[in-house]
Each structure stands twice: as structure tokens, then as C-alpha cells.
């Protein structure tokens, strides 16, 4: 696995991964009422855009696809953190989480 910066094409794969993360990962804890509270699957992704541009994004690739991303802002806020539900369990979290952390401490 590695992590590279967002680039604007990826973000219609993250808007995906979330929406599928939210209704498969976290079904086990929230009702399908809240889930799709929470995640509608109607991003609006110039907004997305705009947070990640921001933001220090991080994209997580394994085997050349996207399996995870998250965003941090200057003052240590961990805004997103969300790994493809076929991807749990391997440690992309901790790494994505890892350097956006270090990234807060470099500025």
C-alpha cells in the first residue's frame, strides 16, 4: 500500500468509498434510517473538492486502487477517515491517520 496527496480526479472515488463504508461497515451499529441519514450517496463533490483542496488529504492505493483516504486541517482537526469496506483490517486507517497526524506536527 501507499499514500500519495488528493489529487481533484480522485474525488468521486472517495464520495463512493464513503457512501459504501457507511452502509456496509457501519450497519452493525446504526439503523438504516440514520445510515442514510449519514450518508446520503448525494455528495456534493464541488464542495468535497473544496474541503480536500483545503485540507491535508491523504489517498491510500493498493494493487492501483483507491482503498482509503482521510483529511486533516492546520489545527490537528481530523475531519474524514474512511477505508474501502473490502480493505478493513489491514492497517490503512493507522497509516492514513499516522501521517496526517505527522503532517500537523510538521506545520
Avoid: P
Avoid at 45 to 73: C, M, P, Q, R
Avoid at 93 to 99: D, L, T, V
Amino acid at each position: 500500500m501507499q499514500l500519495r496527496k488528493y489529487i481533484i480526479s480522485d474525488c468521486k472515488q472517495l464520495a463512493k468509498i464513503f457512501y459504501q463504508t457507511v452502509h456496509s461497515i457501519n450497519a452493525k451499529d446504526y439503523t438504516k434510517e440514520q445510515l442514510d441519514v449519514w450518508a446520503t450517496g448525494k455528495v456534493n463533490l464541488k464542495e468535497w473538492n473544496k474541503s480536500f483542496l483545503e485540507h491535508y488529504t491523504l489517498v491510500a492505493i493498493k494493487n492501483n486502487e483507491i482503498v482509503g483516504f482521510g483529511d486533516i486541517d492546520k489545527t490537528g482537526y481530523l475531519d474524514k477517515l474512511f477505508v474501502h469496506k473490502d480493505y478493513q483490517r489491514e492497517g490503512i486507517a493507522s497509516a492514513i491517520c499516522n501521517e496526517l497526524e505527522q503532517s500537523v506536527l510538521m506545520i
